[in-house]
């Protein structure tokens, strides 16, 4: 039955997505091959390193930017009770 893909595969067809059923269950694995230049990206183009780097750093200047907000309103309290005595 698998030899039957060349019937399905034209000049224009990028990859074959094959699954794979072991006796009558309905769980299968899936296999993907491709023809010609593998892709080089996942998620259809999508810099999934980029995106993850620039969020760590956004959260990174957040959490900073909470901490110099707290270590602030810390000294202004300490600032105020110091011109109090």
């Excluded at 010609?36 to 980029?50: A, F, I, R, Y």
Aim: hydrophobic share 35%; proline share 0%; charged share 35%.
């Amino acid at each position: 039955m698998f030899t039957m893909f060349e019937n399905f595969v034209t000049a224009d067809t990028r990859s074959i997505e094959v699954l794979l059923f072991t006796g009558t269950s309905n769980n299968n694995e899936k296999r993907i091959f491709y023809f010609g230049e593998t892709q080089k990206e996942g998620l259809s183009g999508v810099d999934v390193k980029n995106i993850v780097d620039e969020e760590v750093q956004r959260r990174l200047r957040e959490k900073e930017f909470d901490t110099l907000k707290d270590e602030n309103k810390s000294f202004s309290n300490t600032l105020l009770t110091w011109k109090a005595k």
